[in-house]
Nanobody
Framework: VQLVESGGGLVQPGGSLRLSCAAS????????MRWYRQAPGKERELVAG????????NYADSVKGRFTISRDNAKNTVYLRMNSLKPEDTAVYYC???????????WGKGTLVTVSS
């Protein structure tokens, strides 16, 4: 099982990035997918989620209207489009696959996003 995040980097405030998470080794369509982030000295927090069925989404209040989560089941990939980035968005962003009905949960290793001028 692998979740491999990519697309992080350094961006100026107000800029945009798109994170990708490529999944392999499990049946992607069976899993809800989520993005979490962890800033230095802070706990990991849920940023956005997308359901396996129907594709409904949810977002942390701090990113609503700026971030968009999506998934491409044909490519086994989940994305996080981040617009209007702020310095407080600086964190390591982690991809998560969740099948809570079976108690199964997978994590990627994370990708660093730094928002700074």
């Amino acid at each position: 099982v692998q979740l491999v995040e990519s697309g992080g980097g350094l961006v100026q405030p107000g800029g945009s990035l798109r994170l990708s998470c490529a999944a392999s080794g499990f049946t992607f369509t069976w899993y809800d997918m989520r993005w979490y982030r962890q800033a230095p000295g802070k706990e990991r927090e849920l940023v956005a989620g997308i359901k396996r069925v129907g594709g409904s989404t949810n977002y942390a209040d701090s990113v609503k209207g700026r971030f968009t989560i999506s998934r491409d089941n044909a490519k086994n990939t989940v994305y996080l489009r981040m617009n209007s980035l702020k310095p407080e968005d600086t964190a390591v962003y982690y991809c998560n696959a969740d099948r809570s009905s079976d108690g199964i949960n997978y994590w990627g290793k994370g990708t660093l996003v730094t928002v700074s001028s």
